[in-house]
């Protein structure tokens, strides 16, 4: 058994390059990861730019109020002022076209007084630069404006855009295999659980997991997998289709736990196996050498679904987003106050407790919700964050700042009004 910090050390060292990149369309880079940096090859605005519809002027000429000023001409979005400029007058100007070179500010149409076509009278002067965007002053020709490993979002995609980058390189998606293993276990589709059945539930909610990281990842379940040698050997050869494997249940000590050593008959090269956390123990993580030379990289999740749900989010969506080529792969921890009395004891592993976490009057605020163990996938709904009680300590006092990990994709939700009694 290792330590949770020594576990995410090996984890985040194992991450491997990402594969070959290709071009993908804009519209089909949402949660792609770029794999080069995006440089700017125009300055943004392109020039100085009117953002109002008004009048563009010298603010010299309007220092003295009232001022009155000859109109000289009319410039609208896409065109260009061929006049020329002079001192007293003003060019009627529409937002996001080029202001005339001469001219250093605009005052809204609203605040001008027009006397006829070619002349206007001024009461208040803008400052001088109001209302004009520089040309470069959101960026500059030549600068580094996404650089490789940015996560694509609808606003990356639209900077794209900007760029010019119709077709951006991006890594490509790693292939996610999932399988649970569980003789007890019957799927959602199979009717009412029989004597000693169970419904199986981490196939579905990890393959959900795996495609939250978004469309720069694929997944797929593969079914549930019999407590059986040959039954987890065809699981393993699925999953060498695939660049990751994850398997749920089976990594336990029991008569019937097949995974750790059919994986080994296999070739695992172990790199993690047993970590001091609370849920999830039993989390295995190593790597397949595969005839071709690629690896497969696996996981063995403890077959609770919350602690498969937490060791998927504490170990497996970092390490998955690595592969996918994002920089900062690291889980989000945060600082919050404690706001209720928190039961437990030290113990010498890692806990992760369910909790909520909401924005309070002054700042992050947890409190534990009602839990009843990694078997509770109810009580765990009602979360959308883990308290993390390192080894050995205590869990916090009520008002203390304690650590927690906010879940994704919904780490801020307001709270559920249907939540369980008492949580
Ligand atoms: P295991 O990790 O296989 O020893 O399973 C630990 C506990 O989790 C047992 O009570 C299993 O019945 C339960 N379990 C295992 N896999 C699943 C699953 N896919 N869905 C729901 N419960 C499961
Ligand atoms: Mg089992």
């Known amino acids: 058994m290792i330590p949770k910090d020594e576990a995410l050390r090996i984890l985040h060292q194992a991450i491997p390059a990402p594969g070959h990149p290709e071009r993908v369309d804009l519209t089909e880079a949402l949660g792609r990861v770029l794999a080069e940096d995006a ?26 109020l009232p001022v009155e000023l000859e109109v000289i001409g009319l410039v609208k979005a896409g065109d260009t002022f061929a006049g020329e400029v002079r001192p007293g007058t003003a060019v009627k100007i529409m ?29 208040q002067a803008p400052a001088r630069g109001a209302n004009v965007a520089r040309r470069g002053e959101d960026m500059r020709e030549g600068e ?27 890594y490509p998606r790693p292939r996610v295999t999932v399988f649970a293993t569980g003789d007890e276990l019957i799927g959602p589709d199979e009717g009412r659980p029989g004597p000693g059945q169970i419904r199986e539930s981490n196939g579905a909610m990890l393959t959900a997991q795996v495609l939250s990281l978004g469309l720069g990842i694929s997944a797929r379940f593969g079914g549930i997998v019999r407590d059986e040698v040959e039954a987890t050997r065809e699981a393993i050869e699925t999953g060498l289709a695939g660049d990751v494997l994850i398997l749920s249940g089976g990594v336990s000590m029991g008569d019937y ?10 070739g695992l090269e172990v790199l993690i196996e047993k970590v001091a956390i609370k849920p999830g123990k039993p989390l295995l993580f190593g790597r397949i050498t595969k005839v071709d030379g690629s690896l497969l990289w696996v996981f063995g999740l403890p077959g609770n679904p919350v602690s498969s749900f937490s060791t998927f989010e504490i170990f497996v969506r970092p390490f998955l987003r690595g592969l996918m080529g994002c920089s900062g792969p690291h889980l989000l921890e945060l600082p919050a106050r404690l706001v209720e009395p928190m039961a437990g004891k030290a113990i ?54 304690c650590r927690v990990i906010a879940l994704e994709p919904d780490a801020f939700r307001l709270p559920r009004s249907n939540a369980r009694a008492g949580s």
């Open 39 to 64: 440089v700017a090859d125009v300055d943004a605005p392109p020039f100085d730019r009117s953002a109002m519809d008004g009048y563009a002027l010298r603010a010299d000429d309007v220092a003295a």
């Open 95 to 123: 937002t996001g076209a080029p202001v005339p070179a001469g001219y250093d500010s605009v005052q809204p149409i609203e605040l001008c007084l027009p006397l006829g076509a070619d002349r206007l009278r001024l009461e």
């Open 144 to 170: 580094v404006v996404l650089p490789a490993g940015s996560a694509l979002r609808a606003l990356e995609i639209g900077m794209l855009s900007t760029l010019g980058q119709a077709r951006p390189l991006v």
């Open 257 to 266: 736990d097949f995974v750790h050593h059919e994986l080994k008959a296999r």
């Open 348 to 401: 010498k592993r890692t806990q992760h407790l369910p909790a909520r976490l909401i924005f309070g009057a002054v700042g992050l605020e947890v409190r534990p919700v009602r839990w009843n163990g990694s078997g509770d996938l109810r009580g765990m709904m009602d979360a959308n964050a883990f308290i993390i009680v390192p080894a050995g300590e205590a869990p916090p006092a009520q008002g203390a700042t």
